[in-house]
């Protein structure tokens, strides 16, 4: 139909749809909560993520404590750089390294994030602390003892309070005030221990500054010139000192890998709402074909009054839109609010912003998804019932027919379907991972719907059975119009996702509390002077002589270019950015390091002494384009090192064992100064001999840093644990989806159960034997569709597991009972609370009608 016609039906087609919408919206109430549901679900993602990014933009000075920030590790600046630094302004400096905390009398220590900081910190922004006193009184030296501010944790974990002294490396220190807020705290990063904030001479007291210490420089300014491009400044650098090595870091982006993680996790959320808004669509499409059911007569009457098809399917699809845009205000407000709620939570971990205020993008575009959701899933409903004629309308129960509508219905539900799809994948951060996510969904459509019909066929052919309750509820399963394919589908998708998520959770958890501790080093050492390392080994053998004892080389690189072309211009897929952002680990090696297996290539000779040549780890290779021959160019201690590649070899990350990307020939590194990383694995060690071992490292070699593997992943365990609150909450909504939709489809479907139980009732069947064949009905179904999310969410969350996080993976039996526990408890349970008045019906005002 032309759209000139169409525009001059409107008009009236709206004031038709007006009046009839002034009876209410019964029987859209499903339509408004799957709607409101899915569109609240991706308006309050998108604010929240959108209030943390633009918080972390606006507040970028503070969050960095400078305009722009160069960071060198494991070495300072030269006279030339420092001299650069001022020119464009004051500059600040702060050394970070991790140490042993440890009691005067060596009876417990803990691992700390170190800093030392100077007169000039902060630049921008102000360092909390409680008591509040000037920073540099509470850093400045008491006697014999260097005054330190501390965060709350350090006092808990050595049981100490504020005034009592504790000792790091070499150095005396005295806790003079704990620490409420430290401004550049999220720039920082992720730390897996308490801070502990001294002054540089304090830090330099200590000795842990060493010859190959890890150590990071962090060199901030506050331009004299705030105007100052900062692309002129990170050209005039790179041109100035090409082998710096150093990483520049700007208030606009003073925490880059934050807001990416923030929007990467935005991302996967927003899909997940996405899925609670796709699931509703069958609800939709569920309530507007009840809805147009229910309004058989008055189509009928339309059509007798000679309205034609085109005015019938418009004044309806005025009622679609006008019902879905109420739902999709209601999400949006819903959405709106969220992050006033969420802010309460996130203040005092991540920067949130000063005032309340709206994200008109985050709310357009939940808006719109919803719009496209509604239109794609109502549109073929409407087709079906624009094209029965009023005769038949008049004559039949409903307009149930099982072939497509006119192809312009199809196509235009098939043009939304896309165009939801398209803004799904145009607007993700990861368009990739949006379109296998989406494809799985369509895939599990597909799949639903087959296994509604074998569920239907098997009923189908199912042997005659002499209980009659079984026998009305198998019957149900594969009649004309039976619920089969809308449970199936409501409940399906909702579960297989919550399955996929769980079981998802659950392998992370066993792996980081269970097999993966047995499997790991009980310690890492750090920074092992070689002066100190056979005194060390002699100390370690005393106390775990069952322990075995891996030492390597440790120094940290920065890869520079590939194949000669800076890495800033090298494309690559967002699995394999983290090798290139900021520094790794590095090593050399006479032999093939253990936890790895040659793939590709030969192994260098024991004496070799050719030109620098690398092994490089094979998946990381393969995500980077990376083949044998291909040069590396890495920048060491200031020094740009260009080797070839020689081989690739398989990594056992999952072990978390001593394993490096890079691993160079010997003789690449002739000469470097360094420190060296140790490993002990002894999986029959108790908790006390651990302890043991833990002091008698710290007493003997205080400046050598001591991490307890088992520490770390509670850290890391309690980290997944947050995260997996918010994913469950996630898929909680797809599940409420999947509810919504399976009470609409059951309230559809209770009409043809009016008259099918008065009709049994009529013929003498009692209101248990009714209520049995109803339970039995509901039972088959859910079990069927539970035993379905168990195969497509374990597949699925085998594959993220097993193939994407190359970890192991297996069903959880405790998983299963969930799922099946839930199936039967929303179908049994919804199915007899929808069916229960309908057994009390009354059954002449029925037959009159039949």
Same mark, same amino acid.
């Given at each position: 139909?032309?759209?000139?016609?169409?525009?001059?039906?409107?008009?009236?087609?709206?004031?038709?749809?007006?009046?009839?919408?002034?009876?209410?919206?019964?029987?859209?109430?499903?339509?408004?909560?799957?709607?409101?549901?899915?569109?609240?679900?991706?308006?309050?993602?998108?604010?929240?993520?959108?209030?943390?990014?633009?918080?972390?933009?606006?507040?970028?000075?503070?969050?960095?404590?400078?305009?722009?920030?160069?960071?060198?590790?494991?070495?300072?600046?030269?006279?030339?750089?420092?001299?650069?630094?001022?020119?464009?302004?004051?500059?600040?400096?702060?050394?970070?390294?991790?140490?042993?905390?440890?009691?005067?009398?060596?009876?417990?220590?803990?691992?700390?994030?170190?800093?030392?900081?100077?007169?000039?910190?902060?630049?921008?922004?102000?360092?909390?602390?409680?008591?509040?006193?000037?920073?540099?009184?509470?850093?400045?030296?008491?006697?014999?003892?260097?005054?330190?501010?501390?965060?709350?944790?350090?006092?808990?974990?050595?049981?100490?309070?504020?005034?009592?002294?504790?000792?790091?490396?070499?150095?005396?220190?005295?806790?003079?005030?704990?620490?409420?807020?430290?401004?550049?705290?999220?720039?920082?990063?992720?730390?897996?221990?308490?801070?502990?904030?001294?002054?540089?001479?304090?830090?330099?007291?200590?000795?842990?500054?060493?010859?190959?210490?890890?150590?990071?420089?962090?060199?901030?300014?506050?331009?004299?010139?705030?105007?100052?491009?900062?692309?002129?400044?990170?050209?005039?650098?790179?041109?100035?000192?090409?082998?710096?090595?150093?990483?520049?870091?700007?208030?606009?982006?003073?925490?880059?890998?934050?807001?990416?993680?923030?929007?990467?996790?935005?991302?996967?959320?927003?899909?997940?709402?996405?899925?609670?808004?796709?699931?509703?669509?069958?609800?939709?499409?569920?309530?507007?074909?009840?809805?147009?059911?229910?309004?058989?007569?008055?189509?009928?009457?339309?059509?007798?009054?000679?309205?034609?098809?085109?005015?019938?399917?418009?004044?309806?699809?005025?009622?679609?839109? /006008?019902? &879905? #845009? +109420?739902?999709? %205000?209601?999400?949006?407000? !819903?959405? @709106?609010? =969220? $992050? *006033?709620?969420?802010?309460?939570?996130?203040?005092?971990?991540?920067?949130?912003?000063?005032?309340?205020?709206?994200?008109?993008?985050?709310? /357009?575009? &939940? #808006? +719109?998804?919803? %719009?496209?959701?509604?239109? !794609?899933? @109502?549109? =073929? $409903? *409407?087709?079906?019932?624009?094209?029965?004629?009023?005769?038949?309308?008049?004559?039949?129960?409903?307009?149930?027919?099982?072939?497509?509508?006119?192809?312009?219905? +199809?196509?235009?539900?098939?043009?939304?379907? !896309?165009?939801?799809?398209?803004?799904?994948?145009?607007?993700?951060?990861?368009?990739?991972?949006?379109?296998?996510?989406?494809?799985?969904?369509?895939?599990?459509?597909?799949?639903?719907?087959?296994?509604?019909?074998?569920?239907?066929?098997?009923?189908?052919?199912?042997?005659?059975?002499?209980?009659?309750?079984?026998?009305?509820?198998?019957?149900?399963?594969?009649?004309?119009?039976?619920?089969?394919?809308?449970?199936?589908?409501?409940?399906?998708?909702?579960?297989?996702?919550?399955?996929?998520?769980?079981?998802?959770?659950?392998?992370?958890?066993?792996?980081?509390?269970?097999?993966?501790?047995?499997?790991?080093?009980?310690?890492?050492?750090?920074?092992?002077?070689?002066?100190?390392?056979?005194?060390?080994?002699?100390?370690?053998?005393?106390?775990?002589?069952?322990?075995?004892?891996?030492?390597?080389?440790?120094?940290?690189?920065?890869?520079?270019?590939?194949?000669?072309?800076?890495?800033?211009?090298?494309?690559?897929?967002?699995?394999?950015?983290?090798?290139?952002?900021?520094?790794?680990?590095?090593?050399?090696?006479?032999?093939?390091?253990?936890?790895?297996?040659?793939?590709?290539?030969?192994?260098?000779?024991?004496?070799?002494?050719?030109?620098?040549?690398?092994?490089?780890?094979?998946?990381?290779?393969?995500?980077?384009?990376?083949?044998?021959?291909?040069?590396?160019?890495?920048?060491?201690?200031?020094?740009?090192?260009?080797?070839?590649?020689?081989?690739?070899?398989?990594?056992?990350?999952?072990?978390?064992?001593?394993?490096?990307?890079?691993?160079?020939?010997?003789?690449?590194?002739?000469?470097?100064?360094?420190?060296?990383?140790?490993?002990?694995?002894?999986?029959?060690?108790?908790?006390?001999?651990?302890?043991?071992?833990?002091?008698?490292?710290?007493?003997?070699?205080?400046?050598?840093?001591?991490?307890?593997?088992?520490?770390?992943?509670?850290?890391?365990?309690?980290?997944?644990?947050?995260?997996?609150?918010?994913?469950?909450?996630?898929?909680?909504?797809?599940?409420?989806?999947?509810?919504?939709?399976?009470?609409?489809?059951?309230?559809?479907?209770?009409?043809?159960?009016?008259?099918?139980?008065?009709?049994?009732?009529?013929?003498?069947?009692?209101?248990?034997?009714?209520?049995?064949?109803?339970?039995?009905?509901?039972?088959?179904?859910?079990?069927?569709?539970?035993?379905?999310?168990?195969?497509?969410?374990?597949?699925?969350?085998?594959?993220?597991?097993?193939?994407?996080?190359?970890?192991?993976?297996?069903?959880?039996?405790?998983?299963?009972?969930?799922?099946?526990?839930?199936?039967?408890?929303?179908?049994?349970?919804?199915?007899?609370?929808?069916?229960?008045?309908?057994?009390?019906?009354?059954?002449?005002?029925?037959?009159?009608?039949?």
């Amino acid at each position: 139909m032309r759209i000139g016609a169409v525009l001059k039906q409107f008009p009236l087609a709206l004031r038709l749809a007006l009046r009839e919408m002034r009876g209410g919206l019964k029987g859209f109430y499903i339509f408004l909560a799957c709607i409101a549901l899915g569109t609240a679900a991706i308006a309050g993602v998108n604010s929240v993520s959108s209030a943390i990014t633009q918080a972390i933009a606006s507040q970028g000075q503070s969050l960095l404590a400078g305009d722009v920030r160069f960071e060198l590790r494991n070495r300072t600046a030269t006279p030339e750089e420092m001299a650069y630094f001022q020119s464009l302004g004051d500059v600040s400096l702060s050394t970070g390294l991790r140490s042993m905390a440890r009691l005067p009398d060596g009876s417990d220590q803990t691992l700390v994030e170190a800093r030392g900081v100077d007169g000039a910190y902060p630049l921008y922004g102000a360092l909390e602390t409680v008591p509040q006193q000037p920073s540099a009184d509470l850093m400045a030296r008491q006697g014999d003892a260097w005054g330190a501010i501390v965060a709350p944790l350090l006092l808990d974990r050595l049981n100490i309070a504020v005034g009592d002294e504790i000792l790091l490396g070499n150095a005396k220190i005295k806790v003079t005030a704990t620490m409420a807020r430290e401004p550049d705290a999220v720039s920082e990063g992720f730390g897996l221990a308490p801070r502990l904030m001294l002054s540089q001479e304090a830090l330099q007291a200590s000795g842990l500054i060493q010859t190959g210490s890890l150590v990071e420089n962090a060199y901030r300014i506050r331009l004299t010139n705030p105007d100052a491009s900062i692309a002129t400044i990170r050209d005039d650098s790179a041109k100035a000192f090409p082998t710096a090595g150093w990483s520049i870091r700007t208030a606009d982006s003073a925490a880059p890998s934050l807001t990416a993680n923030i929007t990467r996790f935005s991302q996967f959320l927003t899909l997940v709402g996405l899925t609670a808004l796709i699931v509703g669509g069958v609800g939709v499409a569920n309530a507007v074909r009840a809805y147009l059911d229910s309004k058989r007569s008055v189509i009928a009457t339309f059509k007798c009054l000679g309205a034609p098809a085109s005015l019938v399917a418009l004044v309806y699809l005025t009622q679609i839109a /006008l019902i &879905a #845009a +109420v739902g999709i %205000l209601i999400g949006l407000v !819903a959405g @709106a609010l =969220m $992050p *006033l709620v969420a802010m309460q939570f996130l203040e005092g971990v991540l920067p949130v912003p000063a005032e309340a205020q709206l994200y008109p993008s985050a709310l /357009l575009l &939940a #808006a +719109v998804f919803g %719009l496209l959701t509604a239109l !794609a899933f @109502a549109i =073929m $409903p *409407l087709g079906h019932a624009r094209e029965v004629p009023a005769t038949a309308l008049f004559r039949e129960q409903g307009f149930q027919s099982s072939r497509l509508p006119s192809w312009p219905y +199809v196509l235009g539900a098939a043009a939304f379907l !896309a165009a939801l799809a398209g803004l799904a994948i145009f607007t993700a951060y990861d368009r990739y991972i949006a379109s296998v996510f989406l494809g799985a969904i369509a895939f599990a459509f597909v799949v639903l719907r087959a296994v509604a019909m074998l569920i239907t066929a098997i009923a189908k052919r199912s042997p005659r059975v002499n209980s009659p309750s079984l026998r009305l509820a198998i019957g149900n399963i594969h009649r004309p119009g039976a619920l089969t394919s809308s449970v199936v589908l409501s409940l399906g998708l909702g579960l297989a996702l919550l399955v996929t998520l769980t079981l998802i959770d659950g392998n992370l958890r066993r792996e980081l509390t269970g097999s993966l501790p047995d499997r790991a080093p009980n310690f890492f050492f750090v920074d092992i002077q070689g002066s100190e390392l056979d005194g060390f080994r002699d100390v370690l053998s005393a106390n775990m002589p069952e322990g075995k004892i891996i030492e390597v080389p440790m120094l940290r690189g920065r890869v520079m270019e590939l194949n000669g072309v800076d890495v800033a211009k090298v494309e690559v897929p967002p699995e394999g950015q983290w090798v290139l952002r900021g520094d790794r680990g590095i090593t050399y090696a006479k032999n093939v390091p253990e936890n790895s297996t040659l793939s590709a290539g030969e192994w260098w000779p024991e004496d070799y002494t050719g030109e620098p040549l690398v092994s490089f780890s094979t998946d990381e290779g393969r995500e980077l384009g990376l083949k044998l021959g291909d040069t590396v160019t890495v920048n060491v201690l200031g020094r740009n090192i260009t080797a070839r590649i020689a081989n690739f070899r398989n990594v056992e990350w999952e072990s978390l064992s001593i394993n490096f990307v890079m691993v160079f020939s010997p003789n690449t590194f002739a000469g470097a100064p360094h420190a060296w990383l140790a490993t002990v694995i002894d999986p029959g060690a108790t908790a006390a001999q651990e302890a043991a071992t833990l002091r008698a490292i710290t007493n003997a070699y205080p400046t050598v840093t001591s991490v307890r593997v088992k520490d770390a992943l509670d850290v890391v365990n309690e980290l997944v644990g947050q995260l997996a609150t918010a994913i469950r909450a996630a898929a909680a909504v797809a599940l409420i989806a999947s509810i919504l939709v399976l009470a609409g489809a059951l309230a559809a479907g209770n009409r043809a159960r009016v008259h099918d139980a008065v009709v049994l009732k009529t013929l003498g069947a009692t209101r248990a034997t009714l209520i049995r064949a109803f339970s039995y009905e509901y039972l088959m179904l859910g079990l069927a569709t539970a035993l379905f999310a168990l195969f497509a969410g374990g597949v699925s969350a085998w594959f993220v597991v097993a193939r994407i996080m190359k970890l192991p993976s297996s069903f959880l039996p405790d998983v299963a009972v969930m799922t099946v526990a839930t199936a039967l408890i929303m179908t049994v349970g919804i199915g007899l609370a929808g069916t229960w008045r309908i057994l009390g019906q009354k059954a002449a005002p029925v037959l009159r009608e039949l």
